[in-house]
């Protein structure tokens, strides 16, 4: 099946910093690609939708200038956490979705970020 | 919006079926999926059903959709421990974003 890779997959890093997580369509390509915060035993959050070579459509509440995202090709997409603050401690999870058939969309493994 | 519930919890025997339930609310839904995740880990794709199926079998998974009442079941046959996860169903309309429910919690009791 399709596989979806994610870069780093745990992160710590100080208070001030910024961090970025690579997302990766392996087999396939992915016109569209998905970036989803999951708290604790909670449900994913839709965070924006990122389109190769647009701009990300960003969803209520999240800052556009804090979690930027680039999608520069149809196989890469980026997500940095800028001036990252304790509160940003979650675990990202992107998604591609498949150019072909029925559009079905695979998940990475996730990404841990714990600010300090 | 479109809404996606689920119940939260499921406790089963091992052996025993267990039946997750989700009930979705847009009737423009094409696609509906489910998904699995197992602790730290990402969601995968388990299994998926189109809007004008009603029923779907793959191995132990068993979907069944019932589209007059909104309604999508997983059930898995012979439940095993490693079957201990949390299950996501997920509707799609066309191109926008999977709509999740908050996730069904199976605990497999050995």
């Known amino acids: 099946g399709a596989v979806v890779s994610q870069h780093p997959s745990r992160v710590i890093c100080k208070s001030g910093t910024s961090v970025k997580i690579e997302c990766r369509s392996l087999?396939?390509?992915?016109?569209?690609m998905f970036w989803y915060r999951q708290f604790p035993k909670k449900s994913l959050m839709l965070m924006a939708t990122s389109n190769e070579g647009s701009k990300a459509t960003y969803e209520q509440g999240v800052e556009k200038d804090k979690f930027l995202i680039n999608h520069a090709s149809l196989t890469l997409s980026t997500l940095t956490v800028t001036s990252a603050h304790p509160e940003d401690s979650s675990f990202y999870i992107c998604?591609?979705?498949?150019?072909?058939?029925?559009?079905?969309?695979?998940f990475g493994p996730g990404t841990r970020l714990l600010v300090l | 919006g479109e809404d996606v519930e689920q119940s939260l919890f499921l406790s089963v025997r091992e052996g025993d079926s267990s039946v997750i339930n989700c009930t979705y609310t847009d009737s423009s839904s094409t696609y509906l999926y489910w998904y699995k995740q197992e602790p730290g880990a990402g969601l995968q794709l388990l299994t998926y059903?189109?809007?004008?199926?009603d029923m779907k079998q793959d191995q132990r998974l068993t979907v069944l959709l019932n589209k007059k009442d909104k309604h999508l079941s997983l059930r898995i046959a012979d439940t095993q421990t490693g079957d201990s996860a949390i299950y996501f169903c997920a509707d799609v309309e066309g191109n926008t974003p999977l709509v999740f429910g908050k996730g069904t919690r199976l605990s497999v009791i050995a």
């Open positions: 059903i189109f809007s004008n199926m």
């Open positions: 998604s591609a979705r498949e150019q072909s058939g029925r559009g079905t969309q695979y």
């Open positions: 087999d396939f390509q992915a016109t569209t």
